[in-house]
């Protein structure tokens, strides 16, 4: 069966979330015959991954592909449903790393497994069970990613050009993923690095890659051009999360109200708050900024001084001027019409206020 | 450059060890150029690599590959020694889920990052910048697995060949680490239930996979008697290795004395002692195992009640009857004579008493 960009993204969104749920289950089947301990790995990861997800890296890889010369087809959608697989494993660490208790509104894996450990008595401390669990199934869906690949059914010269950008982009999660660690730690107030951590966050891995992976599954034509597109959404995508982070609705986030603030995240938003702050609203930042019990009141009074310092509008005229280069870039490759419309609309999609 | 398997294991180990220092040395040239950040990732990683390890997973897969007829060069080299990069992953992980602080002598991963951030004076918690870390550079060694494997400069049929065994080798370590933990937590007293852990955890991971990796990248000849030989004899070595957890020379195995103990394993060797046990002598078992503070001189009363249970003898028994079911396997394929040798020599060094 054939697949178009122009019935637009629910059509497409739907496809990848067939093919995603079709490995998941055989992969479960091979799972539960190794032993019955493993129904709840199994469970749990299928949960995970198919309760919701926007699948944004699949639908960026899809363009690429369609926007390089290729027709989606049953294989072509499981080769780009298999990266969603290593952001699957990128947000079951993730929440390890930050202790983060849910995650899309649902307990976050290692809470699910050191209830588990509970509910059945085990024996030892039920936080270690649960970082143990959700560190080796992030494990798995990192290597459900590299397995679906390959049995996706595409032909052997596309799987073979597609490998290395498959590499690339994970390799460059991870460093990002600790750059983003090390910029926490180092409490930095600087917006460079801020931005440069979003540039590997999600300029390279959550746009730019998924782009190239999909073009590299196909012809290999327009990397340059998806770079220029991809790279400043990236980088946009990142800010609006950030604003989100601070100003998001929880109904919408599934967070929270202000988690980025008790979790401390340093984000380009509280560098430029903290470059225009008087050196009283500096001290406050500092003293309320990752607080872990931080109240309704006080992310209030973070978020005025967010505002009134200009930081706000400062990230929001970043995010249009980024957006636009990104868009101009679709103008210099040799991309598909179809494909075109669909980035425009992605863009749009990626960037959106909603708070 | 040719090697052949017939100048033993040190020839062939030299040339795995320099595969993975050059390829290592490659990757960390490009973190660099990401960012100065990723200097400790890089440097971490390499030490972790290259200062120890036996090879085991790549010596098998190179007798696989030559006792299907593969002629072993610097492309066979690189795609064999890549397997050593998962294992990388499995032992970082593995020490966080533990809480480790040593492996192989050097502080573990995650230990090495705690003292990195109180170094620098970082902000946060220490241990958990330490713990993020060590998940961080598994999945980045796990990715490079990947990558080097990719890289390895194989024709393009063997790579695919090789692919899906690669990929069941990582899935069945995640479901065999996991079956582990979980065990751990059951405080298991049975011995199937054991063996069936060690059977996932090192017969097939350790031995019988790569062994069938190794065979995949020549011809994909004699899968079924590298089954027969790799499956007991990882049994075999699992039980050597848990006998050595519990009555090791800390000299030699570069763990404290009983550190398997302290841990509380749940190994074939306590479940055989346990089932062997007076009343009293099961609940000062119970009562002693994973103390986390259990001195010498409860290590030594462990010791003797496993001794004088006759579980000692009984699980050296099984590892005598588990290797020659394992050797008596190599005469049922057309396994080729150098690996054959070879083979007998492994599985002499993967059982050998040595406390």
Known sequence: MDYTLESGVDPLREAINNSLAQFVDRENEYLREIASELYPVADALKNFLLDSGKRFRPLFAAAGYVG??????????NAIASIELVHVCALIH??????????RGAPSIHRLFEKLHRNDSLKGSPEQFGVASAILLGDLALVWASKALHESG??????????P??????????????????????????????????????GKYS????????ASLSTGQNLLAYSGYGIPLGEAFQLRDDLLGVFGDPAQTGKPAGDDLREGKRTVLIAATLQRSTPDQKARINSLLGKQDLGISEVEELRAIITSSGALD???KMITDLTQESLA?????????????FLIHMAAVATKRSY
């Open 154 to 163: 595409m032909p052997s010269q596309s799987l073979l050009r597609a490998l």
């Open 329 to 341: 870039a679709l103008e210099t490759g040799t991309i598909t019409s179809d494909a075109k419309s």
């Open 207 to 214: 746009i730019e890659r998924p782009l190239h992976f999909g």
């Open 165 to 202: 950008l498959y590499d690339e982009m994970r390799v460059e999660l991870m460093a990002g993923q600790y750059l983003d660690v090390y910029e926490q730690a180092l409490a930095s107030e600087s917006i460079e690095r801020s931005l440069k951590v979003a540039r590997f966050k999600s």
């Open 94 to 103: 993730d929440d390890v790393m930050d202790g983060s208790d849910t995650r």
């Open 68 to 77: 390089s010369g290729g027709v989606l087809d049953t294989a072509s959608i």
């Open 314 to 316: 400062f990230v929001e």
